[in-house]
């Protein structure tokens, strides 16, 4: 039998209005990502990475087409806001670059509240820290580690929100050769073994073959 995919995409289009004109960034894109799989999205600056991440959260509306996400279905059209919010709490684990942290929690009480938003049980919220790298710094605010400590704590959050789906902007984007392959390794070990589907998008080759699939904005649309 085959697995139902965790994210399927079909007939996706998204334009931004510049003055009069309507500018396309992606048209009629479909794709499937079942769980326990990952796809890289690479392509050049402006290729339309971010708005398709954007998209698949429901962070930016979509013009034409249909999105579905661990069997919820979106299309084009107002109203759909308390479904994707319910999706991003419990189901969709976004790591983007504006690393979202509560400023006046510690990283530590970061992943707890990340875990009690989803519904998880408490407990293993060191732990993530931990594996990585990031246990000396679990007590720290954020405006006291640097971008990549922060990015960091950040996929701290989504692994113990336990979600369906992983989207992730340049995970290591901000991150040395060697931390990066650290939390690459780390990132897909624990996505191998929840079974999570996995979108990253990336500049980063190696990064991106690592991924069971490839989609190159540069050549579609
Ligand atoms: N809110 C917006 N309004 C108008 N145009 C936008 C908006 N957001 C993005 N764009 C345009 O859409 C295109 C795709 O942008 P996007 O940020 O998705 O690209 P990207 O592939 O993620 O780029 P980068 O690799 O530089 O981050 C670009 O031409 C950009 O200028």
Redesign the pocket.
């Known amino acids: 039998m085959m697995a139902s995919p965790v994210l399927a995409v079909e007939g996706l289009s998204k334009g931004?209005?510049?003055g009069h004109q309507r500018?396309p960034?992606l048209t009629d894109l479909s794709l499937s990502v079942c769980s326990g799989k990952s796809l890289a999205v690479v392509?050049?600056?402006?290729?339309?990475?971010?708005?398709?991440l954007?998209l698949l959260c429901g962070l930016n509306g979509l013009d034409d087409g249909r999105i579905t996400v661990a069997g919820e279905s979106f299309v084009a059209g107002a109203g759909t806001e308390m479904r994707w919010a319910e999706l991003r709490r419990r189901t969709i684990g976004v790591v983007f670059q504006d690393v979202n942290l509560m400023p006046a929690l510690s990283l530590l009480d970061n992943v707890r509240l990340r875990t009690h938003l989803a519904g998880r049980a408490a407990g293993g919220e060191r732990g993530w820290l931990e594996r990585l790298g990031m246990g000396a710094e679990a007590d720290r605010y954020p405006d006291q580690v640097s971008g990549g400590q922060a990015q960091r704590a950040a996929l701290a959050m989504v692994f113990a929100m336990a979600p369906a789906l992983i989207l992730a902007?340049e995970p290591t984007g901000s991150l040395d050769r060697h931390t990066a392959d650290e939390v690459a390794d780390c990132l897909f070990t624990v996505q191998q073994q929840t079974g999570c589907a996995l979108v990253l998008?990336t500049?980063d080759r190696e990064l991106a073959f690592r991924c069971d699939h490839v989609l190159d904005?540069s050549t579609t649309g």
Not at 43 to 52: A, D, E, M
Request: aromatic share 4%; glycine share 16%; net charge positive.
């Open positions: 931004y209005i510049s500018v960034v392509g050049r600056s402006g290729s339309g990475k971010s708005t398709l954007n902007d998008a500049h904005l």
